[in-house]
């Protein structure tokens, strides 16, 4: 059975989930263990500690060693028996979690970053690839809005620089009123956001084509296959099954053009 090297961060008095921890101990249970349900847990990456306890200096973080039996699932493990192996000091923690210099946020890769996630530097915001953003997600610089493109913009979702109101977008190729915080929070978009992925249906050998047949040979003894639906067959089921009233929702987008939705969405619009 293979070592698995992680981190686990603890309450400051080094408990977790109620149970008592103690740097350079040995802890096992006789469990097979399961992720949020029973056994140690920890994160191979000490970044992602932080989905699940606060990036408070406070807390305390240690370096750990799985010697068991270890369950995973995504960014977690568990483990049926774990030695504490180290704390690790915050100004360490604060090393491993970011790739960039001098930053006390969390995952940024560029410099001198308080905000998280940001691959630019000196950003107090978050997920900015510009620099010196207190806004998120910008790509410009010295921005105080979010989604920005260009620089010193107090509104958001500018491609310009020094701007204060947020700009009108083009709805179905030409102007309309809508800002991209209205389409944001719009019913429309809401909906859209439904249309589900990999659906799947059962087809028959009957009903299936002769293109169908060779690429599923199978179906002589099943009796048909199991077909993974393309984007533009999930998005014309999804139509398919809204009421007129959520229909008339989007249809009632600014400058709407069946033709236009159907060649981006590949949604045909009955009439």
């Given at each position: ?6 981190y ?44 699940y ?46 790739t ?29 690839t ?31 620089c ?21 389409w ?11 249309i589900?992925?990999?659906?799947v ?9 002769d293109?169908e ?25 999804w ?18 053009d ?14």
């Amino acid at each position: 059975m293979s070592e698995v090297r992680g981190y686990k961060v603890f309450n400051p008095d080094w408990t977790c989930r109620g149970f008592q921890y103690e740097v350079g101990k040995i802890f096992e249970e006789s469990v097979k263990p399961s992720c949020c349900d029973r056994g140690f847990h920890f994160c191979e990456k000490a970044s992602d500690c932080f989905s699940y306890y606060p990036f408070n200096s406070e807390n305390k973080v240690a370096e750990i060693i799985a010697l068991g039996d270890v369950d995973s699932d995504g960014t977690k493990s568990c483990t049926n028996k774990i030695q504490i192996v180290r704390e690790i000091p915050w100004d360490e923690v604060l090393r491993i979690v970011n790739t960039g210099k001098d930053c006390t946020g969390l995952c940024n890769t560029g410099n001198r970053n308080t905000g998280d996630c940001n691959t630019g530097d000196c950003n107090t915001g978050n997920r900015n690839t510009g620099n010196r953003n207190t806004g998120n997600r910008n790509t410009g610089d010295w921005n105080t809005g979010d989604w920005n493109t260009g620089d010193w913009n107090k509104s958001s979702f500018n491609t310009g620089c020094f701007n204060t109101e947020e700009p009108k977008i083009m709805l179905f190729n030409k102007p309309s009123d809508f800002t991209y915080r209205d389409w944001l929070n719009s019913d429309a978009r809401y909906l859209l956001n439904q249309i589900s992925k990999d659906v799947v249906e059962w087809i028959y050998s009957d009903d299936m084509t002769d293109e169908e047949k060779v690429a599923h040979p199978t179906h002589e003894t099943t009796g048909g296959y199991l077909k993974v639906l393309d984007e533009s067959e999930c998005g014309q089921l999804w139509w398919g099954s809204l009421s007129e009233h959520n229909k008339n929702i989007i249809k009632a987008i600014p400058n709407f053009d069946a033709a236009i939705f159907e060649q981006c969405t590949g949604i045909k619009i009955d009439d």
